[in-house]
């Protein structure tokens, strides 16, 4: 008699990897040199597992300013409180495929070669979060690379109450929202478990006007316990690109 608890029948859970990452320790490893590993070398290895559909690579607001020399207004500096230097969003039609060993032979998800080891994952910090897509979101915009947001704010916390609130300022194009189903911090190679069940809200943006309305929004509200983000698109990768390069250690 067949198993009444087969999950052969189960529905794909859709959603997203949301990693945060910066570098600890730039005298191992400068921001520069972290960006090319993960944009031509480890996200073509996450994408070469065939478990996900698009990417999109950003960079905190706050990192461009220090390197770009943008200046910012108080309201964006005093509106994020996100720790760190870039984030990545990959796209997954299915949760379930991180369960998978071809998922998890990937670096960071299990020990990588020694190189990569000391010269990546020990000079750095990872927070990722594996969320699933709530019913409520607006329709995905970012259905390909090419049409990755070129802007987006990201809120993280307890509830969802919040988000109606921005979605319809001029210039908000969708909004994305999720539940975080798991999630862990990989610093310095050793792994933290961090809290599930929060939202997850992703704003895209048409352009960067549109950040100086959201910071006063955010100014003038109660946003208690929300971990907020402004980022700026680095790079948008449609699936295809699944050839990466191969990391060598810089030279010192």
Known sequence: MASTNSTDNVAPAPGIIFVASKVLNKDVLSPYDFADWYEDTHIQEVQATGGISHTQRYESITFTSEH??????????ESQNVNYDFLTIYDMSDLAFRETQTFKRLGGQSRPSDDILE?????????????????????????????????????????????????????????????VREASRLSGFERTNLKEGECLMVFELEGAECLEQIAKVIEESDVGGLEIGFWVLRRAYDGSERSPKEWKPPQR
Do not use: H, W
Not at 68 to 77: E, T
């Open 68 to 77: 770009r020399n943008q200046k910012l207004s108080a309201g964006i500096l």
């Open 119 to 179: 010269g990546i994952f020990k000079a750095a910090e990872f927070c990722t979060r594996f969320c699933e897509t709530l019913p409520s979101a607006s329709p995905l915009s970012s259905g390909s690379g090419r049409d990755a947001a070129p802007f987006v704010v990201t809120m993280l916390g307890p509830t969802s109450t919040y988000g109606p609130s921005l979605s319809g300022l001029q210039g908000v194009r969708a909004k994305r929202e999720f539940r």
